[in-house]
């Protein structure tokens, strides 16, 4: 499978980058026939506490499914 980690505007560590490749890597074991894992992490200020957003997209055969979560740092 084909992994991508984008962060625009976020400044990700070694460390999450890491945790975030081992996590996604494991759907592998459940379906080897993923070709291609996009992910994006963006970050948006508000007030006190900043907001992430993390989109998937992975493509398999025949179909390319998304997925979207938000969540306060």
């Keep these: 499978m084909k992994l991508s980690i984008e962060s625009p505007k976020v400044d990700l560590r070694e460390y999450t980058e890491d945790v975030v ?6 759907l592998e ?8 894992c996009d992910i994006v992490i963006k970050k948006e200020p508000k007030g006190l506490v900043d907001k992430f957003f993390v ?7 025949g179909t ?3 997925a979207k979560e938000t969540g306060d740092s």
């Design 21 to 26: 490749e081992q996590k996604f890597r494991k």
């Design 29 to 36: 074991k459940l379906f080897d026939k993923i070709e291609k």
């Design 55 to 61: 989109e998937a997209k992975l493509v398999v055969p």
């Design 64 to 66: 390319v499914l998304f």
